[in-house]
Each structure stands twice: as structure tokens, then as C-alpha cells.
């Protein structure tokens, strides 16, 4: 290749950094901003500015060049500079695909452990064409690869998940039984004393992990700190417990607000300050390398790495300022940042709420065993201690609407700040030791443990919520394994294709991003525009009947679609309509069983006077409940009918099932708009009218009967007929049966 090639990949390489910068942060928004966005300790504005400064700055104060990049997962000095460019290039490739995949789905990653693994298979795979092609054997890859670095590595991740998780929970735990909910009723000492370790923790972090190489500390004060640490963190402690305490005392500021402010800025720098060379330190190390061979005059297949394994290279701060912009931008503009940020919150929440995940077997079984564990363990410790440490965990009781839940933070400040406090610990003491560590690994499972403590995890959500740690956790071993076949694939495909199989797969890679990124758009304006439909909040029977009128004009409306939708795909034997049908009653069966799932709420809150609104308010909803059953049989029937390749039905078949559809358009179409204008003195005719109706769905029965015993030959075709008018028939007594509960009550 000559040297417009390598400027070519050098180029696209930065065009790759800037893409991976802005994945990298919609994935590792994470890390510093769950803990505030959950509690809703500050406005939302207010934690992308503190985020904000924190990256900006951290970018700044960067350590600069990853080792890890040029000589942590391979000995560059076994390889030239042709077989390096083409790790580095399918390492960025790789990257940028495995990021963008897990953001779209919403599911936190380590950028670190992706970006270490595909290093490693990069490398893997051209030493092995190097072995092969000398006459080598597998025994000769420890010359080539760092095996001791990947095997720390994993050992890394697997620890930091189980220590982060414990550490979470039991420090969560002492700190609920000693200050409780009712945190904001305790003498300010208490505050102090919580606000002394945690900002001596944070502060502690930011020196450590997010200044640890740069020069504004200076020289002295970093040696000084190294080498007498805990005089630094008593005196540390002494201070900001004082601080703690005379602002809460002189300003109506709140520490545990203060905290989770500077807690935010901190994780923030440091996310910036070490995680950014994920994204920029292949491009910078390929640049030097580059850099190298330009000046050596030696052949790209003969020129030796040996400079990648000498001394670090500092960062141009030019390019670590360009890249701290990229990254508060993508804060500010990236749907999928919020998105993963969603993922983390939701499973720690303290109140029920929907459930993303499903449960499984694992998860249930998990569940099962910590309740008899807790069950053993609480048998331990004498009856009174358990109701005293009980009474500490009793939430104070505020009365919120439930539409209004989604408003309320997902957990409190005391939970938000333990998040920060632990994780900053954590990562502190990881950094000062050297061990490899996953900044996302160690505050999302901060997060479930603190979580699990908490007892945010009760009988009604436990088995949903474990299910989604645990998806996660298999995503980031599966974010290892993927990282590292994937990036050998590549590197062997650019090994074998030259320059036309980077073109092509820089082409892919944009594409499939581009597809992504339209897809998330897409379904982002969706939800938007979906209506949906909502929750009761009136605690009489007159407003529930004026609240929920636009319910059930939106479940007819949605209701006679899909009918509409199943008997048309049915006729036409068409798949996809049928599919659509599928998936609407899914989705309104779903909303349906809310609302059911919302009763206890709603009986909870009703007054003592219009208790009498709860048995409405249940009929009702189990009559729109009869009618999903009844439309979810009918649009699976069809779809099972016609995804099988059975025969299609017969032309008077097709002919009376879309006369029943017409009366169905149009005793729906009536009902919507009735339930629209709240013109309920209309009510009463279709009621009236419902025995005529009955009549014309038997009069179909009856001739699928006669045409039965004279011609009809095939009996799926015959079942599925009777099944589908049978259910027609129910799903219209369950809409009359609607009608009459309304009616019965409009005119009391």
C-alpha cells in the first residue's frame, strides 16, 4: 500500500473517533448522571450544566495517551506498522457498531471492556496470520499478545460487579437504618456528619482518579497526598463536616443536594479525564505510529512498532479541547443517552411502577432464595431490634395521583448520594491500586445494590427488577465476547481485502448507524404521538364516568381498527396486516391491564363517601378487559390460520365475516363518538337495538352450518369461521355490557 492509503485510514479514523465520541457518551451518560436525574435533586437543565462543566473540564485535564491502546493488550514490537494500522482500524469499526447497538437498546456498557476486547481479537487475529504464515503454532501467541493484562482485565470486571453491588448495599443499608426517610427531620449534625464523609469521598475521587496527571495540582501536593493518604482524608473529613454544617445552619441549602451536585461534576471529569481516551486513543496512537514511519523512509511492511512500546505520548490539548465539545454536545442532544440513563433509573426506583423486563427462570429463582435467606437472617436478631430497624425503612405518606408518578424522583437524596459516595470510594481505591476497572460496571451495580437495600425490590416488582440486572450483566459479558470476534473478523476481512474492504465496511458501518439512528427517531415520535390510555384519578362516580369517557372512545377507536384489521388480513391472506393486528391488541391489552393493575391505588385513595365509585370503576374495566380477550383470540386465530398456510376461506365465508365487520365499523364508529361528544342519551337505541344485533352474528352461525353439512370440506377452515364469529358475539355482549354499566349510571 502507499502512503495515500495510510492517509486515507488515518482520516477515516478520525472520522471514527468523532462517531465513537459521541456513542461513547450516549452509553456512558450513565456513570454520572442517574444518581441526580433519579432523585430530581436539580432541575434537569441545572445537571447538564454541572455535567456539562465536569466534562469540559476533565477533557482538559486528560491523561492523554491510552497505554492500553499502544502496548497494554499487544507487543507492538512484534508487529509492523501495515498489520498495526489494520488492529486499529477494525478496533474503531468494531467499536462504533457494538456501541451504537447497545445504546439503541437502551442498555448500559463498559466502553473500556469493549474497546480492551477488540483490541485483543484485532490482535489475536493478525498474529495468528503471522504464526500461520511462518509455520508457527498456537504456543507462539503469548509472544504477540499480553495475556496477563486480558486475564486481569476480566478478573477486573467480575470483581468490580460483585464488590460494587455488596459495598452498595450494605452502605446504603447503615446509612437508611441511621438517618431513615424522614432524613430532612433530623438534627443538622446528622447531615453534617453524612456530609463530612461524602464530599471527603468525592473530593478524595477527584484528586485520584480525575487529577491524578494533571499538572495543576502540582508535583508536591500530588506526592504528598500519595504518600500520606489518611492524614489527607482525616483532615479532609474534619473540614467539610464544619463546612457541612455551617452552611446548613447559616443557608436554607441542602448538604445532601450539595453532594449530589458535586458528586455529578466529579464523575462527569472523571468520565471525561480517563474514559475519552477510549474513544480518541486508537486514532492518536494509528496518528503517531503514522507519524513514525512517515519519517523513517522504511517500507509500511517492514517498518517495526518498537516506538508504540516506549515511553507515553501526551494528547495535543488543541484535540482534547475539540473532543470535550463533542462530548457536552452529545449530552445535550443525545435521545439515547436518556435512553440508557431511563434503563438505570427505572430498575432502581422506589415505587412500583411498569417493568421493562420480564421475568425468568433465573430471576425467580434468585428471589425465591433471597426471601428465605432474609427470612433465616431475620430470625437471627431479637424481634425488637427487626421492628426497630422496620420503622426506619416506614416511607412518610404523601398522596400522588397516579398519572403523576412518572413526576416524582425515582428514589430520594440520601439513596443519591450513597450512589455517589460508594462509586467514587470504588473507582478511588481501584485507581490508586491499579486495577483495571469499569466506571459503568461499578456505578450502575452501586445503583442495584443500593437499590436492594432500600427495599426498593418488594414482593410486587423483585422478580421484573432482577431480570434486568441481570440482562444487563449478560450484555456486558456478551459486549466482550461480540467485541472480540468481531474485531478479528474484521481485521482478517481488511487483512484479505485491502483498502476496497475497509471502504466497504466503513460504508456498513454508517449505514447500519444511520438506520439506527432513524429507526430510534422514528419510534421516539411514535411514543409521542401514541395516545394512550390513562389512569383514573377522580374518587367519584360522576367524575370517573366524565374522565374516562375518553378511554373508551380511544379503546373502541383502537378496538374497531384492529377488528377491521384482522378480518381484512384474514381475506386477503395477508400476513402483515395480520402481524399490525397482532401487535395492536398487545399493545392495548397492555394498557388495559394497567389500569386493572392501578385498582389498589385507586380504592387506596377514594373518599370515604364515594367508595361506591370502586365497584364502576372494576366493571368497567372488566368489561374492556372481555373485549381485548375477545379481539386478542380473534387477531391470533387469524394469524396462526394464515402463518401456517392453511387454506383460505371461502368466498361466502370472506363475504359474511365482512358484512359482520360492516355493523361492527358501524355500532363502533357510533360508540366512539358518543363517548367523544359525551352525548350519552344516545346510549340507550344501540342498547335497546343489541338483541337485533345478537341475531345477525347467529344468523352467520346458522349458515356456516348448513354449508357444513352440504359442501364445506375443510375443517380448519370450519373452525376458525365458528371461532371467529363465536368471539364476535362475545366481544359484542362485552361492549353492550359497556354500555349498560354507563347507562345505568349517567342517569342516577
Given at each position: 500500500m502507499g502512503e495515500n492509503i495510510y492517509v486515507f485510514m488515518i482520516a477515516a479514523l478520525a472520522i471514527l473517533a468523532v462517531t465513537d465520541l459521541v456513542v461513547g457518551v450516549s452509553n456512558d451518560a450513565v456513570n454520572f448522571l442517574n444518581s441526580a436525574i433519579g432523585s430530581k435533586a436539580i432541575s434537569f437543565k441545572t445537571i447538564m450544566i454541572v455535567?456539562?462543566?465536569?466534562?469540559?473540564?476533565?477533557?482538559?485535564?486528560?491523561?492523554?495517551?491510552?497505554?492500553?491502546?499502544?502496548?497494554?493488550?499487544?507487543?507492538?514490537?512484534?508487529?509492523?506498522?501495515?498489520?498495526?494500522?489494520?488492529?486499529?482500524?477494525?478496533?474503531?469499526?468494531?467499536?462504533?457498531?457494538?456501541?451504537?447497538?447497545?445504546?439503541?437498546?437502551?442498555?448500559?456498557?463498559?466502553?473500556?471492556?469493549?474497546?480492551?476486547?477488540?483490541?485483543?481479537?484485532?490482535?489475536?487475529?493478525?498474529?495468528?496470520?503471522?504464526?500461520?504464515?511462518?509455520?508457527?503454532?498456537?504456543?507462539?501467541?503469548?509472544?504477540?499478545?499480553?495475556?496477563?493484562?486480558?486475564?486481569?482485565?476480566?478478573?477486573?470486571?467480575?470483581?468490580?460487579?460483585?464488590?460494587?453491588?455488596?459495598?452498595?448495599?450494605?452502605?446504603?443499608?447503615?446509612?437508611?437504618?441511621?438517618?431513615?426517610?424522614?432524613?430532612?427531620?433530623?438534627?443538622?449534625?446528622?447531615?453534617?456528619?453524612?456530609?463530612?464523609?461524602?464530599?471527603?469521598?468525592?473530593?478524595?475521587?477527584?484528586?485520584?482518579?480525575?487529577?491524578?496527571?494533571?499538572?495543576?495540582?502540582?508535583?508536591?501536593?500530588?506526592?504528598?497526598?500519595?504518600?500520606?493518604?489518611?492524614?489527607?482524608?482525616?483532615?479532609?473529613?474534619?473540614?467539610?463536616?464544619?463546612?457541612?454544617?455551617?452552611?446548613?445552619?447559616?443557608?436554607?441549602?441542602?448538604?445532601?443536594?450539595?453532594?449530589?451536585?458535586?458528586?455529578?461534576?466529579?464523575?462527569?471529569?472523571?468520565?471525561?479525564?480517563?474514559?475519552?481516551?477510549?474513544?480518541?486513543?486508537?486514532?492518536?496512537?494509528?496518528?503517531?505510529?503514522?507519524?513514525?514511519?512517515?519519517?523513517?523512509?522504511v517500507m509500511a511492511s517492514d517498518y517495526s512498532m518498537d516506538a508504540l512500546a516506549t515511553g507515553a505520548v501526551r494528547t495535543p490539548t488543541l484535540l482534547l479541547l475539540l473532543s470535550g465539545i463533542v462530548m457536552v454536545i452529545t449530552l445535550w442532544f443525545s435521545s439515547k443517552a436518556k435512553n440508557v440513563v431511563k434503563t438505570s433509573v427505572d430498575l432502581s426506583r422506589q415505587d412500583e411502577g411498569d417493568e421493562r423486563f420480564e421475568p425468568n427462570f433465573l430471576s425467580r429463582q434468585i428471589v425465591k432464595f433471597s426471601i428465605r435467606a432474609s427470612e433465616s437472617m431475620g430470625g437471627i436478631l431479637p424481634t425488637s431490634l427487626n421492628n426497630k430497624i422496620d420503622r426506619q425503612f416506614e416511607k412518610p405518606y404523601v398522596y400522588v395521583p397516579k398519572s403523576r408518578v412518572q413526576d416524582l424522583p425515582a428514589f430520594d437524596l440520601i439513596r443519591a448520594s450513597v450512589n455517589l459516595m460508594v462509586a467514587s470510594v470504588l473507582i478511588s481505591i481501584a485507581t490508586s491500586m491499579k486495577l483495571p476497572l469499569s466506571t459503568t460496571y461499578v456505578t450502575f451495580m452501586v445503583a442495584m445494590g443500593t437499590s436492594l437495600a432500600d427495599r426498593a425490590w418488594g414482593?410486587?416488582?423483585?422478580?421484573?427488577?432482577?431480570?434486568?440486572?441481570?440482562?444487563?450483566?449478560?450484555?456486558?459479558?456478551?459486549?466482550?465476547?461480540?467485541?472480540?470476534?468481531?474485531?478479528?473478523?474484521?481485521?482478517?476481512?481488511?487483512?484479505?481485502?485491502?483498502?476496497?474492504?475497509?471502504?466497504?465496511?466503513?460504508?456498513?458501518?454508517?449505514?447500519?448507524?444511520?438506520?439506527?439512528?432513524?429507526?430510534?427517531?422514528?419510534?421516539?415520535k411514535e411514543t409521542k404521538l401514541e395516545e394512550k390510555l390513562q389512569k383514573a384519578e377522580s374518587n367519584s362516580i360522576l367524575g370517573l364516568i366524565d374522565e374516562s369517557t375518553s378511554n373508551v372512545s380511544l379503546a373502541i377507536t383502537r378496538a374497531n381498527k384492529i377488528y377491521t384489521q384482522s378480518i381484512e388480513g384474514l381475506a386477503k391472506h395477508n400476513l402483515e396486516e395480520l402481524k399490525k393486528s397482532k401487535k395492536g391488541i398487545g399493545k392495548l391489552n397492555d394498557e388495559v391491564e394497567e389500569l386493572r393493575d392501578n385498582i389498589f391505588y385507586f380504592i387506596k385513595n377514594l373518599d370515604e363517601s364515594n367508595v361506591g365509585a370502586s365497584n364502576f370503576y372494576i366493571t368497567s374495566l372488566s368489561f374492556l378487559q372481555d373485549m381485548t380477550q375477545s379481539l386478542e383470540y380473534i387477531s391470533r386465530a387469524g394469524h396462526k390460520h394464515v402463518n401456517n398456510n392453511h387454506k383460505k376461506l371461502r368466498f361466502n365465508q370472506i363475504k359474511d365475516l365482512k358484512e359482520t365487520d360492516v355493523y361492527v365499523d358501524e355500532l363502533f364508529s357510533k360508540i366512539a363518538d358518543i363517548f367523544r361528544t359525551k352525548n350519552f342519551s344516545e346510549l340507550t337505541p344501540l342498547i335497546i337495538n343489541k338483541e337485533a344485533l345478537f341475531s345477525k352474528v347467529d344468523q352467520k352461525i346458522q349458515k356456516q352450518v348448513a354449508r357444513t353439512r352440504a359442501d364445506e370440506s375443510s375443517p380448519k377452515n370450519t373452525a376458525l369461521y365458528f371461532s371467529l364469529l363465536l368471539e364476535t358475539k362475545d366481544l359484542l355482549v362485552a361492549t353492550m355490557n359497556l354500555l349498560e354499566t354507563y347507562d345505568q349510571h349517567v342517569n342516577i
Open positions: 455535567a456539562s462543566v465536569g466534562i469540559a473540564f476533565g477533557a482538559m485535564t486528560s491523561s492523554g495517551m491510552m497505554e492500553v491502546a499502544r502496548k497494554g493488550i499487544f507487543n507492538p514490537t512484534e508487529f509492523v506498522f501495515s498489520e498495526i494500522m489494520i488492529i486499529f482500524m477494525a478496533v474503531m469499526i468494531t467499536d462504533i457498531l457494538l456501541l451504537d447497538f447497545f445504546n439503541t437498546m437502551g442498555m448500559p456498557t463498559s466502553t473500556t471492556v469493549s474497546i480492551v476486547f477488540e483490541l485483543l481479537g484485532a490482535a489475536v487475529a493478525i498474529s495468528l496470520v503471522k504464526i500461520i504464515g511462518s509455520g508457527g503454532g498456537f504456543s507462539d501467541l503469548p509472544n504477540y499478545i499480553n495475556t496477563e493484562k486480558a486475564t486481569e482485565i476480566i478478573f477486573g470486571i467480575l470483581l468490580s460487579v460483585v464488590v460494587a453491588f455488596s459495598i452498595g448495599a450494605v452502605v446504603q443499608f447503615i446509612s437508611r437504618v441511621l438517618i431513615s426517610f424522614k432524613f430532612d427531620k433530623k438534627p443538622k449534625w446528622v447531615g453534617a456528619l453524612f456530609g463530612g464523609f461524602a464530599i471527603t469521598a468525592i473530593i478524595y475521587f477527584i484528586i485520584v482518579k480525575g487529577l491524578k496527571s494533571a499538572s495543576i495540582l502540582g508535583g508536591s501536593v500530588t506526592e504528598y497526598i500519595a504518600t500520606n493518604p489518611e492524614l489527607f482524608l482525616l483532615a479532609n473529613f474534619v473540614f467539610w463536616t464544619l463546612a457541612s454544617w455551617l452552611v446548613t445552619s447559616v443557608t436554607k441549602w441542602n448538604i445532601y443536594v450539595i453532594i449530589i451536585v458535586l458528586g455529578t461534576f466529579a464523575l462527569a471529569m472523571a468520565f471525561a479525564g480517563n474514559d475519552l481516551v477510549n474513544f480518541i486513543g486508537v486514532p492518536i496512537a494509528a496518528l503517531q505510529s503514522f507519524q513514525d514511519w512517515q519519517a523513517s523512509g414482593p410486587e416488582s423483585a422478580v421484573y427488577r432482577v431480570a434486568g440486572v441481570l440482562n444487563v450483566i449478560g450484555g456486558w459479558f456478551f459486549t466482550a465476547i461480540s467485541a472480540f470476534f468481531a474485531a478479528a473478523v474484521i481485521a482478517y476481512i481488511i487483512h484479505l481485502g485491502g483498502i476496497v474492504a475497509i471502504i466497504i465496511l466503513l460504508i456498513v458501518a454508517f449505514l447500519l448507524i444511520g438506520k439506527n439512528y432513524l429507526s430510534h427517531n422514528k419510534k421516539i
